[in-house]
Structures are given as C-alpha cells and as structure tokens.
C-alpha cells in the first residue's frame, strides 16, 4: 500500500542543524511532487516546501526560506528537508506528504495524498 | 493569522447535518480548487474531499465539498461521533511566488 514515513525527529538547540527523511513505498516515487507540511504544538497546519518530481524545482514559505533545503533521492525513494539556523518556532511535527494531480471537467486540481504519520522536531536550549 | 478562514469550532448531536466554511481570496479559493482534510485526535491528517467536490475513495457519502467565488463549505450529514476531528481547508494561493495556504481549523465536537 501506499506509505510515507518520517524519521529524523528530535530535540536540537537553537542555531544548530537536523535533517529530517521521508520514505516512500508502494507508489513510483519519482513521478510525484512532494511536500512538507508541519504543525505546531494546538496549532493548524503549515505548508513548508514542495521539490517536483525529478528534484528541479522547489519552493520555499517565507518563514523557513533560506533555512530549510528539501531534496529528494530517486533511487531510494526518500524524501528531505534539511533545517539550519532553527529557531524556537520551528518546533513542530513534520509531515510529509505526496502532491496528486486530476482534472474534472475544465477543472485541474491539486492536492495532499497520503500523508506520513510526522516527526516531532523540538528547537529549545 | 491563517490565509484562509474557518471558525474555531463547529458543533452538532449525532444525525445532524453540519457545515463548515471557509474563506478566501481571489488569489486563492477564487481561482484555485479547494481540498479539505480530516484530522483525528493524534493522527496525520488524512485527505477528505478534494478539487472542490471530489471523495476520495472510502470517505462515506456524508461528506461533501462546495464552492462558489471565494469561499468553500464542508458538509456533514448523518453527524456521527466517529467524525470528531479538525478539519482543515487548503488551496494553492497566486500570490507573490505562490504556496500553500490551510485554514485555521475547525474543531468539530459531536455532542
């Protein structure tokens, strides 16, 4: 079946460096954008990078733009986000999550399909 | 400050029919699909409706999705208590360099 996984978590001390990883399995990784979403401690959700499918393209959020690299493996089917200079309000669970594309109709629409089950990322001294 | 907006909370007794909104902006909900998800108490979100109004697969017929101009709406009908969650609206937003924007959430209670 389809599924995302998360690992890389932890506790790390502002300013310093964690590199987070996702795996994919069941599904041709490599024909898919991929995101990073993730969620404060009783907050909403927070969309954070996307790298397209073979890895050329990618988009940042303001807040973690110039920070935070995401990359992606092809041939291990994995997923990254590599999170420099972190900061207290970085802390938060990391999902990741693969982009699926449909049109309907005229419509052509795009959204998050499946998700991982996330990895907590705590920043405090 | 989300980009788009939800109310906080959302309530209903089993059987009852509830509705969510969710608003936007041109650069937005106004001229991008919109999807929501389910959130259950310690989980991932999972994918509910998707390109407006389109039901993945396995989410009961209960759940429906709308839009019109800048806002969108969730329905539930027949309220369950297994459908405690948060729900969440997203859509892809034009602006600037573009991203994603989700809602605040909405914490559905079922009394």
């Known amino acids: 079946q389809v599924q995302l996984v998360e690992s890389g978590g932890g506790v790390v001390q502002p300013g310093r460096s964690l590199r987070l990883s996702c795996a994919a399995s069941g599904f041709t990784f490599s024909s898919y954008a991929m995101h990073w979403v993730r969620q404060a401690p009783g907050k909403g959700l927070e969309w954070v990078a996307v790298?397209?499918?073979?890895?050329?393209?990618?988009y940042y959020a303001d807040s973690v733009k110039g920070r935070f690299t995401i990359s992606r493996d092809n041939s291990k089917n994995t997923l990254y986000l590599q999170m420099n200079s972190l900061r207290a309000e970085d802390t938060a669970v990391y999902y990741c999550?693969?982009?699926?594309?449909?049109?309907?109709?005229?419509?052509?629409?795009?959204?998050?399909?499946?998700w991982g089950q996330g990895t907590l990322v705590t920043v405090s001294s | 400050q989300s980009v788009l907006t939800q109310p906080p909370s959302a309530s209903g007794t089993p059987g009852q029919r509830v509705t969510i909104s969710c608003s936007g902006s041109?650069?937005?909900?106004?001229?991008?699909?919109v999807n929501w998800y389910q959130q259950l108490p310690g989980t991932a979100p999972k994918l509910l409706i998707y390109s407006n109004n389109q039901r993945p697969s396995g989410v009961p017929d209960r759940f429906s999705g709308s839009k019109s101009g800048t806002s969108a709406s969730l329905a539930i009908s027949g309220l369950q208590s297994e459908d405690e969650a948060d729900y969440y609206c997203?859509?892809?937003?034009?602006?600037?360099?573009?991203?994603?924007?989700f809602g605040g959430g909405t914490k559905l209670t079922v009394l």
């Open positions: 999550a693969r982009e699926k594309v449909g049109i309907f109709g005229v419509v052509m629409g795009n959204w998050f399909d499946p």
């Open positions: 790298i397209s499918y073979d890895g050329s393209n990618k």
């Open positions: 041109s650069s937005n909900i106004g001229s991008n699909t």
């Open positions: 997203a859509a892809w937003d034009d602006s600037l360099n573009g991203s994603w924007v």
